[in-house]
């Protein structure tokens, strides 16, 4: 995750034009029905692209992935969609751990609570 933003420096809108794209693939007229006119759409976009600002391709990636698991019905809001990349970052942040030479209790139990601080 990267540091915040401010909204000069948003994410790429061509990033966000082809995750609308996704959206619109995925979930048709349940999407494309939340923007009626085009400025409302451009409304939306330039929140999509802050409120993800912080993340990279690859967390955009991954959240795409786990939107079709738990968002089947209906599209993501921009902060579930956001969960999901902070999810992935979470994952990466537990598997990045160190690797430990022994594995006595203490090791293990240290382990484990470090892993319960990102869940």
């Known amino acids: 995750m990267k540091k915040l933003k401010s909204p000069y420096e948003m994410l790429s809108i061509k990033v966000v034009n082809n995750l609308f794209i996704r959206f619109q693939s995925n979930y048709g007229n349940k999407f494309s029905s939340q ?6 759409l ?15 391709k690859n967390d955009i ?5 786990e939107m079709q698991k738990h968002y089947k019905q209906w599209p993501p809001t921009p ?22 030479e022994r594995s006595d209790r203490d090791v293990g139990n240290a382990a484990i609570r470090k892993m319960r601080r990102y869940l």
């Open 35 to 40: 923007f009626p006119t085009e400025k409302i």
């Open 42 to 56: 451009n409304a939306a976009k330039k929140e999509w692209a802050y409120a993800l600002s912080p993340y990279e």
């Open 61 to 65: 990636g991954y959240a795409i992935r």
């Open 79 to 100: 902060g579930q969609f956001v969960e999901l990349c902070r999810n992935r970052y979470k994952i990466m942040q537990v598997t990045n751990m160190p690797k430990v």
